[in-house]
């Protein structure tokens, strides 16, 4: 059986217009057995924060199965380190506001995967303490969820 691994590499763009080419890229993660997915980067640019996943659990390509946790890692590189899991629940599609000058949580979907686990749109503290869900209607749905710029607001992304 073929084992997959999906990793995050950095790719440096640089702007030239109209069009922007991709230059050599480096691996920034590069597990075996693993899926790392949903990179997103700090304010400051210092740390990417993503979700992991142990390809046996069911997530081989992305698949929202399995477990998912939240891991951070330096740009630079170097051991990943969990930065939140909560009992059976899986974090995934973060978002951290790229706004330095806004400190806002961490913003995350969290998928029920075991019986204490309640799907939603979840927040944490960016030095990954209390978790806490947002209490919504059911209709309102709950992936992909996107600061504003501002941080005025955020938005989910889901199908009527």
Not at 27 to 32: E, G, L
Not at 33 to 62: E, H, M, N, Q
Not at 136 to 147: A, C, I, N
């Amino acid at each position: 059986m073929k084992s997959f691994s999906t990793l995050l590499a950095f790719l440096t763009l640089v702007m030239i217009s109209p069009r922007a080419d991709a230059h050599p890229f480096r691996y920034v993660t590069h597990p075996k057995g693993l899926v790392d997915y949903w990179p997103r980067w700090s304010p400051d640019g210092k740390t990417i924060l993503f979700s992991r996943c142990v390809i046996s659990t069911g997530c081989a390509g992305g698949a929202v199965q399995g477990v998912w946790n939240l891991f951070t890692v330096s740009a630079k590189g170097g051991p990943a380190t969990q930065f939140l899991q909560i009992t059976d629940l899986s974090a995934t599609r973060s978002d951290w506001l790229w706004n330095p000058n806004v400190d806002l949580p961490i913003a995350f979907t969290g998928v029920k995967s075991g019986p204490a686990g309640e799907s939603g749109v979840y927040l944490v503290a960016t030095d990954g303490s209390n978790p806490t869900r947002i209490p919504t209607d059911g209709s309102v749905p709950y992936g992909y969820p996107s600061w504003f710029p501002d941080g005025s607001a955020l938005t989910v992304e889901g199908m009527t």
